[in-house]
């Protein structure tokens, strides 16, 4: 009957958008920063309802050509440019799910140095974290966050952390690391990354944040409540204007 008074389903307004996005949150910071350990620990602190999806940045590296990726191989292309990445599809597929559209994610290789040839499907998760390195870099993107986050932390710690992670789980060499770091990776953070915290509404630390996860998550969840109570109200007068006419 709704759908029928209205040509459209209850939980679009008239202006043909959905009623309540999803809550988005940006977190920038540099490479090992911590950035998806704290997108991990606000899932956590937020418990299991209502759902929650991370979106990583690192998703959206662009294809490579076989020549490129010999490159890549001996650290000759920069990664950290914001141009590696590309911002049009990273943020058609956030304004899709923010819209509660279904959208396919692309999956990458570090260790292929690849964008591979399948996708991953998502559909309606009520929070979405997106992180990167470049996550608070572009306009288009900030302007689809209703919470954006920057994860300051010492350059020697995210230096020691990446070769760990590199070497662990990337399929790195540790002088290859150390190569790339000073090639790219530092002028990068300094030039492109850095500057972005600027345009943060919290800055977290990148160790023993556990206080800043807990504001942030406190933050959500009364923005969600909000969020009900407000879809609620829509709903119930939908419902009368459908009882009335
Ligand atoms: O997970 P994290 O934020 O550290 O990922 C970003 C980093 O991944 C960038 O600093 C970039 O140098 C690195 N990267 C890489 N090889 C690729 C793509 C990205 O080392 N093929």
Redesign the pocket.
């Known amino acids: 009957t709704l759908l029928k008074s209205h040509g459209r389903p209850p939980w679009y307004g008239e202006d043909g958008l959905p009623i309540c996005d999803a809550f988005v949150i940006g977190i920038a910071g540099?490479?090992?920063?911590g950035?998806?350990h704290v997108a991990q620990q606000i899932v956590r602190s937020l418990g299991s309802v209502p759902t929650v999806v991370i979106l990583?940045?690192?998703s959206f590296?662009k294809r490579h050509t076989a020549e490129e990726i010999a490159l890549?191989h001996a650290n000759r292309?920069d990664?950290?440019h914001p141009d590696?990445i590309d911002m049009p599809m990273f943020a058609a597929c956030l304004a899709d799910l923010k819209a509660c559209r279904q959208t396919n994610i692309p999956v990458?290789s570090?260790a292929e140095?690849?964008r591979l040839n399948e996708t991953k499907y998502l559909y309606g998760a009520a929070i979405i974290i997106t992180?990167?390195?470049m996550a608070l870099h572009h306009p288009d993107l900030r302007s689809l966050y209703d919470l954006k986050v920057f994860v300051q932390c010492d350059s020697d710690l995210m230096l020691a952390r990446?070769i760990q992670?590199?070497v662990k789980e990337?399929g790195?060499s540790v002088e290859g690391v150390i190569e790339?770091y000073l090639r790219?990776?530092k002028p990068?953070f300094d030039n492109f990354v850095s500057p972005t915290a600027r345009h943060a509404d919290i800055v977290v630390p990148g160790s023993n944040n556990s206080v800043a996860i807990d504001l942030i998550s406190t933050h959500i969840r009364r923005q969600m409540t909000e969020r009900a109570r407000h879809f609620r109200k829509h709903m119930v007068s939908q419902s009368v204007e459908c009882c009335l006419s």
Request: no cysteine.
């Open positions: 540099g490479s090992a920063s950035k998806t990583s940045q690192d590296y890549a292309i990664f950290d590696a990458y570090f140095h690849q992180e990167g390195i990446r992670r590199d990337r790195r790339q790219y990776v990068a």
